[in-house]
């Protein structure tokens, strides 16, 4: 019977039942197809997975009594200056650092690392305001081992920030972006820094060429403060791989080697931004003082570093809680850095251990 000829009851509970049949057809299909698509990524990055270390090219740079290990984020791949580091420490410098690689994958590293290469004289680690509210990327991840267990799109604890409440509807909704990354990488798509997601800048810079994206309409933009801006809270440690950063210091411990926990200067634009800056260091603090090799060195810090200066970074503004630094900035922070861990290693020479103050 055509819902115009029944009787309102009747139509009302027509129009309830064809509603929940929508409903639970939609719920039914999302779940397998989101299903389908889990399947499928857990069976691509196990794919991946090698028994040997693959390391990208210009991972080594320079020589000398040993090496230093770099760890972190793409700020801190354009952070860190391996040719002056590696001049005034007389060390080879190992970067691992790029787009993705947050505390599981440099754990996951050091693992693969200690197999097959002598022990690091000493360890930089560069720290990310954000970093505990990241996956590490799956791909890359995968690659270090066969062994790794790899949450491919797990939905579980999942928001999409864009309609939260959608979310909670649907899987394939909730892990857009996740499912994103996925089809990018199945479609061999590069997505390192040079894809400019939230962990990367909009462009890769060319040796020897001038550090700036492409469609960047200059650096004033930086200086520019507006009235009002969004703001991002900090999730705390150990948040989504916070755990992993812990497991990380053990084993360097057990391995006694010297860790430096290195706060990176941001932007005044992107600390204003990141405004629980305090809570995040305290964790930091907290967490290094669990170890007797662990040191924290802390140059987001306007007496150790010009923040205000926009030369100094690549990007980041108000709003924007991710910047890097510029050619410039690296450079300069870079040498500040390496006069600083000269005199930790001296200390060490002369049996006093690298000092432990936290930073201003």
């Known amino acids: 019977m055509a819902p115009e000829h029944m009787s309102p009851t009747r139509r009302l509970a027509w129009f309830f039942g064809l509603g929940l049949l929508l409903a639970v057809s939609f719920w039914a299909w999302d779940r397998l197809l989101f299903t389908a698509l889990r399947v499928s990524a857990a069976r691509y990055y196990a794919s991946l997975g090698t028994d040997t270390l693959q390391l990208r090219k210009g991972t080594f740079y320079g020589s000398g009594d040993g090496d230093i290990l770099v760890l972190g984020s793409s700020r801190a791949r354009y952070a860190f200056a391996q040719d002056i580091l590696s001049s005034r420490l007389n060390k080879r410098v190992v970067k691992e650092a790029g787009a993705g690689e947050f505390p599981k994958h440099n754990y996951y590293f050091y693992q693969k690392w200690r197999l097959g290469f002598p022990r690091p004289k000493l360890v930089l680690y560069g ?46 909704f909730r892990m857009k972006p996740e499912i994103d990354g996925f089809l990018g990488d199945l479609m061999k798509f590069d997505r390192g820094a040079e894809a400019g997601g939230e962990d990367a800048p909009r462009a890769a810079p060319k040796p020897g060429r001038k550090r700036r994206p492409a469609g960047w309409k200059g650096r004033q933009t930086l200086a520019v403060k507006p009235e009002s801006w969004a703001t991002r809270a900090y999730r705390a440690l150990p948040g989504v791989e916070g755990a992993y950063l812990e497991r990380l210091l053990q084993d360097l411990e057990q391995d006694n080697v010297p860790v430096f926990l290195v706060m990176i200067p941001d932007y005044v634009g992107a600390n204003d931004t990141n405004f ?13 003082a669990r170890f007797s090799r662990v040191r924290i060195l802390d140059f987001n810090h306007a007496d150790r570093f010009d923040l205000e200066d926009a030369g100094n970074f690549w990007d980041g503004a108000w709003g924007k809680s991710n910047c890097h630094l510029s050619l410039k900035g690296m450079k300069d922070f870079t040498a500040r850095l390496a006069a600083e861990l000269e005199r930790a290693c001296k200390d060490a020479r002369a049996g006093t251990g690298p000092e432990r103050r936290p930073g201003p």
């Open 127 to 172: 720290l990310d305001y954000f970093m505990f509210e990241k996956d590490s990327d799956l791909q890359k991840l995968a690659r270090l081992g066969k062994n790794i267990e790899l949450a491919a799109l797990n939905p579980h604890g999942r928001v999409n920030p864009s309609w939260p409440l959608l979310s909670r509807v649907s899987w394939l």
């Open 276 to 288: 629980e800056q305090a809570k995040f260091k305290a964790d930091m603090r907290a967490l290094a």
